[in-house]
């Protein structure tokens, strides 16, 4: 694997670890909060931002209208069943969600939810550098490159995985402290 394609691929299951940091809940309101909730519409599993404006109308309320009105009620179920814990409220035409401030259990429940996302991140990472050494063992197996030229790529492909890696736990470093905040 060239070193710009690790990177590519590593790049990938970082950025996709930062959008399940979003879908956590911190004390404030956040359109990204319900990136992960789907709509039966028409009988497809459909996102909410593909049915609805949504829009942080202050730090405590999302409002959500509706393209099509008759989708509503469906949209008000997809979030009351979901795992964020907030109740909608409709008033025929937008669907609003107060977001409450979390309490201290429900801190901690998230900044453990955040580690987990974290740890499937890294583990993604540890996959695409298992792949990448594979590659230069069987080169080396193979007689393309020297065993010196294999040793120094695996230890680049090394030195890539633990830079990805401390931008996962930085990101995780930030993502708690926005949740722990008050």
Do not use: H
């Not at 599993?45 to 309320?61: F, G, N, R, Y």
């Not at 201290?104 to 499937?120: D, P, Q």
């Amino acid at each position: 694997m060239k070193e710009q394609e690790i990177k590519d691929s590593m790049n990938k299951s970082v950025e996709a670890t930062q959008r399940n940091f979003n879908t956590i809940r911190t004390g404030r309101a956040n359109a990204s909060l319900l990136d992960r909730v789907n709509v039966e519409y028409y009988g497809a599993e459909t996102p909410i931002k593909s049915l609805a404006t949504i829009a942080t109308v202050d730090s405590q309320t999302i409002s959500i209208q509706p393209f099509d009105i008759s989708c509503l009620q469906a949209i008000e179920k997809a979030i009351s069943m979901s795992d964020l814990g907030i109740t909608p409220n409709n008033d025929g035409k937008i669907i609003r969600i107060n977001v409450p401030p979390l309490t201290e259990e429900r801190r901690k429940e998230f900044c453990k939810l955040a580690s987990k996302y974290a740890e499937e991140g890294k583990i993604a990472l540890r996959n695409i550098r298992r792949e990448a050494v594979d590659k230069e063992k069987k080169s080396e197996k193979d007689g393309l490159i020297s065993i010196d030229e294999s040793r120094d790529n695996q230890a680049q492909i090394q030195k890539i995985t633990d830079e990805f890696i401390a931008l996962i736990e930085k990101n995780l470093s930030f993502k708690e402290k926005e949740i722990l905040k008050v």
